[in-house]
């Protein structure tokens, strides 16, 4: 988890399907620990408030272990107890509920149940709804960035469940603490999951998330797998002859070799798309940081990570660019008439279709500052200009590298690859320039 790209940025991002991811840990752990018996309703508890406070869908995680339990008590006939325990972890996961209802309701003044909203919108909408109208991708999409945040890693939890399920018919004695059945249950969330979002049409890498920590628990099952049949006696002549310290070896390396990758790959994201959380820095400085103004973007209005990044009096706006889709809204700062943080009122012209609003797009002339990027593959347009081009209006304030994925190849966008004379050409990063722009005071 600590070498893994995935974990790396999935961590400390503000997002809901973050909270569920470690709240999955939690409950995980909760189902784990059986030395004082079963403690199902811990784990429910744990899963409910991830899929309450957090994001809805983490609940089917809990699935396979409520499977276990019916079977469990179907097999031992106590019903009664399996009840008792669901019911306890049921309840424990409601407490949280009115807290959560009475904060929206302070902050939206209507009774809201904001994870069946979410649910009711991105399964019940409708064909005009939903989340495919923001964009679909191939089957394949989670196989590929999987591997890409976990290389190796994927791989192996891929096979901890067939690992298992080999070692129950080859193995006379368990290879490990809990019965092969339990751990086979503990796998499954993992594959339940990678399945639910595989099927859907819109995938996004966030999705994934909650099954991150399920990942590397699957890629450790399958790593003490494969390490107790690298290390059991064998009757093949071959196997025999090999060492156990060429063994070792073995399994050392491709453990260094997928620590390295992960290692590579997280300082190829931080190096190449750090840009748009450092480029507003200039804004903080003396003569900036109390100036009342409008920082707007226009075709990087996707990149911008949050208006926390904005000194406290300057606002974001966007600027009309080729993307034709549903721009973000702006809570009200009305002061008066309203009270206390008027967030209940809704924004104007929002609607739940990803339909274009104009009134989200600001006049350029009203932008003091301005965030754009150049590459050298992509082309200009009358939508998106290179506003960096325009020393006239605009004088730069500061620029960043950010990696021009359109020249660069494949494997140095996947990993980082130094700025080396050594390194073919071909195979070096190729940057383009993501600049924060100050209007000049002589222009319009």
């Given at each position: 988890?600590?070498?893994?790209?995935?974990?790396?940025?999935?961590?400390?991002?503000?997002?809901?399907?973050?909270?569920?991811?470690?709240?999955?840990?939690?409950?995980?752990?909760?189902?784990?620990?059986?030395?004082?018996?079963?403690?199902?309703?811990?784990g429910i508890m744990w899963f409910g408030i991830g899929a309450t406070v957090g994001w809805p869908f983490s609940a089917a995680l809990v699935?396979?272990?409520?499977?276990?339990?019916?079977?469990?008590?179907?097999?031992?006939?106590?019903?009664?107890e399996m009840a008792?325990?669901?019911?306890?972890?049921?309840?424990?996961?409601?407490?949280?509920?009115?807290?959560?209802?009475?904060?929206?309701?302070?902050?939206?003044h209507k009774m809201l149940f904001v994870p069946w909203r979410i649910v009711s919108y991105n399964i019940f909408s409708g064909s005009s709804r939903g989340p495919d109208i923001f964009g679909t991708e191939p089957w394949h999409f989670y196989i590929r960035n999987l591997f890409l945040n976990f290389n190796a890693w994927f791989l192996?939890?891929?096979?901890?469940?067939?690992?298992?399920?080999?070692?129950?018919?080859?193995?006379q004695h368990p290879i490990t603490r809990a019965p092969v059945w339990r751990s086979m249950i503990y796998t499954t969330p993992f594959y339940l999951w990678f399945a639910i979002f595989t099927v859907q049409a819109h995938k996004e890498e966030r999705f994934m998330y909650p099954a991150y920590p399920l990942l590397c628990f699957n890629a450790a099952i399958a790593m003490h797998v494969f390490l107790h049949y690298l290390g059991r006696p064998n009757q093949v002549f071959i196997y025999r002859k090999i060492p156990v310290k060429l063994k070792m070896l073995f399994a050392l390396g491709g453990v260094l070799l997928a620590v390295t990758a992960g290692v590579l790959r997280t300082m190829g994201i931080v190096s190449a798309y750090r840009a748009p959380l450092a480029i507003y820095k200039p804004l903080e400085t003396p003569g900036f940081v109390d100036t009342e103004a409008i920082v707007c973007l226009g075709k990087e209005w996707y990149r911008f990570p949050s208006s926390y990044f904005?000194?406290?009096?300057?606002?974001?706006?966007?600027?009309?660019?080729?993307?034709?889709?549903?721009?973000?809204?702006?809570?009200?700062?009305?002061?008066?008439?309203?009270?206390?943080?008027?967030?209940w009122l809704v924004p104007p012209g929002m609607n739940d279709q990803n339909i274009e609003d104009p009134g989200k797009h600001t006049d350029i002339r009203h932008c003091s500052f301005l965030v754009d990027s150049r590459f050298a593959g992509s082309e200009p347009s009358n939508l998106e200009p290179?506003?960096?081009?325009?020393?006239?209006?605009?004088?730069?304030?500061?620029?960043?590298?950010?990696?021009?994925?359109s020249q660069t190849h494949p494997l140095s966008r996947v990993f980082w690859t130094p700025e080396w004379n050594i390194i073919p050409a071909r195979y070096r990063r190729k940057y383009g320039q993501y600049c924060l722009l100050r209007r000049k005071s002589s222009a319009n």
């Open positions: 988890m600590a070498t893994a790209p995935g974990m790396f940025h999935a961590s400390v991002a503000y997002l809901p399907s973050s909270f569920a991811m470690y709240i999955t840990m939690m409950g995980m752990a909760a189902f784990m620990d059986t030395e004082d018996g079963l403690k199902t309703h811990k699935m396979p272990f409520l499977l276990e339990e019916l079977v469990f008590a179907k097999v031992t006939g106590n019903i009664s008792h325990r669901i019911t306890d972890g049921g309840i424990r996961s409601l407490i949280i509920v009115p807290f959560q209802v009475g904060i929206d309701l302070f902050f939206y192996l939890a891929m096979c901890a469940g067939p690992l298992l399920l080999l070692s129950f018919v080859t193995q904005l000194p406290k009096k300057m606002r974001a706006a966007f600027v009309k660019s080729a993307f034709d889709g549903l721009l973000p809204g702006r809570f009200s700062e009305a002061t008066t008439g309203f009270g206390l943080y008027p967030t290179v506003y960096i081009a325009d020393t006239k209006t605009w004088e730069v304030m500061q620029c960043q590298d950010f990696l021009d994925v």
